[in-house]
């Protein structure tokens, strides 16, 4: 007979009163310390937007996209996710309601529903639980966060849909934890609940109790306070759990622990598991406290208002620091501003390294290559991620090659030398707009190179998001100018349309340096997308470390006057 198979359990995460209260930590955290306790854990976001996915979004809306080893485009939550679990997301984790209704729709085409009327109940509803179902498959527990907040009309299907599995797989089997916020009012001095009932109100009028409320809130959570909305909210006071603002995020797993939040999980889902093991997330918050060295890194985009459109980038630079205990400030700095002044020096003072992000468009394109020229120039270690890759080539092209108008046909479709450009399968298909390098790929670094030191090993695979590649046909006028390394190449599939490089080999380039500098490096791929606090990423832990001995000559530099 074969073995019964396991129940996954499951918890639902909606949130109240506010967005931005930390929904995707929390259901992050959870995953941290129930992992701790020894469970396979997965986690899921249920976006409620008609979008298909965050794609196309405009990161100064949504924050940043996130991208999966299999190649989605998704939510900036699945980053968390990924950050304080073991758990690898792949297109499944992240399902929007805009992709259910294209599905459902589309199987209305091809006839599958034999003429009956879809509906949002049970059409709609069951697709969503099918997707559940799928990504939880093979799991202890199953983290299902929904996104946007109680109240909201277009998450009904999907607070209907999670309100059926608890009917479906009862309470020993599912937890609703609603995240919610408590607002400290100044004049009065006082936490209000109030907002809080009323979110839980909405919640329960659509047939969902709450088992935990995890309370944001800025100030101490006085018993009373918990007293009154256990109370209001129908859930035992042991159940509130207070999760107070921390300096990092990285202290919300053991915030969690303290509080007795996974004995209460484990209590209600019947799990029987070993203690929590936190030694590793201690050993976070210990680095991050005994940090006695400081650096700053400028990031110089086009995205800067909105810091959640770098938020992988912001912790994977965090993690930097903790594996050199240092403390690393963050300076954003819009790229147009260097364009206005086209001088560096006033902007880049005082920064230890300078990162260019990915990003999208030709708008403070020049600017980055000034602050590009300005790290060459000066010797700042500097930090290229995709577009920061294609505009250093295009500052090495023009200013140590004198190839001028050299760009990459994204921003100029006429330049004379268009040193990134769409590859060639792309520019054969003839479609309009060129595909991505979406997802993981393999890269092979060169021996001796910054980059083979860096990660110790001579095979990585990083992930991609990208139209453009270096053109290899015109990469030859560079490498011969001198200075300029190619110390990572891909020699997959992609390599076999690519013409030969310089060298001879074929590949796709994927990584170059300087020789000369002390640490500059451009990658076309997003390291930042798998750095982890427990696993720092050798890149940005290379790039910190550099941009500490920058800040010590720096300061010397000063001492001496
Ligand atoms: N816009 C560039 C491209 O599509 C760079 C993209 C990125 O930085 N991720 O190739």
Redesign the pocket.
Known sequence: MPAKKRQTKFIFVTGGVVSSIGKGISAASIAAIMEARGLKVTLMKLDPYLNLDPGLMNPLQHGEVFVTDDGAETDLDLGHYERFSSAVMTKNNSVTSGKVYWDVLERERRGEYRGRTIQVIPHITDEIKRRIALTAEGMDLCIVEVGGTVGDIEGLPLLEAIRQIRLELSRENTLFVHVTYVPYIRTAGELKTKPTQHSVMALREIGIQPDILICRSEKVMPPEVKRKISLFCNVHPDNVIAAIDVPSVYELPLGFIEEGLDSRISEQLQILAKDADMSDWKEIVDRMKRASKEVTVAIVGKYVDLHESYKSLNEALCHGGIANEAKVNIRFIEAGDIEKTSDCSGLLSGVDGILI?????SRGGEGKILAISWARVNKVPFLG????L?LALIEFARNICGLQGAN?T?FDPDSPYPI?NVPPESRESGEEIPP?RLGAFKCLLDEGSLAHRLYGKKEIEER??????VSNELLGKLVDAGGLVISGIHTGERAKSAPPLPDGRRGVVDIIELKDHPFFFASMF?PEYKSRPRAPHPLFKGFIKAALNYSEERQRRLVRG
């Open positions: 992000p990915g990003g999208f468009g991620i995709c577009l920061g294609q990459s994204e990134v991505m991609h998001r990208h139209r453009y590649e997003h």
